[in-house]
């Protein structure tokens, strides 16, 4: 499964659970740790670990599992770390507090559910 399909499959299940306001940033040119950040935000700690829970149990059905997750029992911010992308998964708290996407503003942002159709055109 190649990086761009895993990441596909990310968004469809943080998708599929109601993750609000889904981002990819490609960073692939601007940093060595990875090529992919998918920021998304949860309404509570139950939802954002809901959402986590499902991107990571559709991944592992692929046979890719996080190199390693944070957060989890907080629940205010989940980071899941596949290598080639990375998933933030936030409380709209904590995304306003971090602001992920003004610290990394130099990589190109796309909305993730057009990320997805721009992808399946390709395909």
Known sequence: MVKENQLSEAIEAALDKKALDSVV???GELCSF??????????SSRHIQSISDNIAEVLKREGVRPLHIEGY???EWILLDYVDFVIHIFSTR????YDLERLW??????DAQQFLEQRMLTK
Request: net charge neutral; glycine share 12%; charged share 30%.
């Open 73 to 75: 029992s907080e629940g």
């Open 94 to 97: 904590a995304r306003e507090f």
């Open 105 to 110: 503003r130099a990589g190109k942002r796309h």
């Open 34 to 43: 990875t090529d992919y950040f998918l920021v998304c935000t949860g309404t």
């Open 25 to 27: 940033l490609e960073l």
